[in-house]
């Protein structure tokens, strides 16, 4: 039964390289989303922080600790771990922004993005590879069975676009037109 | 030889099963962007068309086209034939939105984005799964010897991406706050 011990290592190799390749195509996208939302947040002066990004639109505060608390909660979602900032889903996820609410400084939102990337950027990198392909905690086993694509990386792909969507909208306080 | 046979045919079978599952994840992302911009184009009259996201920034009907003609494009980035609307492209790929530029109309622009759409859903439905892995035409073979991620599913994720990133500011023309 040689060629059952050959055949299972071989398939073990193969899936293992392929999945590897898929993991590094999805999280490029979800990493050069994350780097150029940095990039544009850490452009702007704490005062243009406080401007909307359109009239009576959102302003870049509230988008900046919207993503932030999102993506906390993003460990809770892919079954990872526990989110640190579930307290700010109130003001940042379930209510749209509102200039009278009281809001943690930009310094104190600074810090909370910094802690929320570098911990999903260790979770992601020491990740095992098939643990990649599980189903996220958003779904049931049946329905999971149902269509294997709705797995981990799906939800950092999907998380991927909601970071550029939103990028689409931080820009426009920039002078030039983007 | 009987397990070299096993496992030619075994590597087969699995690395095209995982293919499939990850051309499926990325194709998901892909189509759930142009269903919700259709969505979203679609629910605005042509006098929401001529109105700018933001104070000085794109009109709907700008970044309609610009969408429209860089999908278009899309089918020679990634190798699969000829775009036919690069006539387009100054307008809008080349340069902003300009007031004073003469614009196709909105119907011309709505059977562009259809036709348009409707190939590369064409294209993409029959490509073999393989055939997603292998370079896009704005690289060199070298360079994707040494980055194989670089493929034709990471360009359709990142246009995806990009569709996110304009939908954002699309959305910003409806009353209520998104």
Known sequence: ???????????????MDQQKLFIQIALNSWNTQISRAEKVFNSYSDSDFLKQIAPEK????????????????????????TSKYASLAPLFLQNPDNM?????????????????????KELFNNLAPEEWFKRHNAMTDADFEKDPS?????????????????????????????
């Open 1 to 15: 039964m040689e060629w059952v011990l050959q055949v299972h290592l071989y398939r073990k190799y193969f899936k």
């Open 150 to 178: 709705r797995n981990r990386l799906s939800v950092v792909l999907n998380r991927a676009n909601h970071v550029a969507y939103h990028l689409g909208q931080v820009v426009l306080v920039k002078p030039e037109n983007i």
């Open 100 to 120: 009278e609410s009281e809001m943690p400084s930009i310094e104190e939102l600074k810090a909370i993005w910094n802690e929320v990337h570098g911990d999903l």
């Open 58 to 81: 959102n302003r870049i505060i509230y988008l900046y600790g919207h993503l932030a608390v999102y993506h906390d909660l993003l460990k809770e979602t892919l079954g990872l771990g």
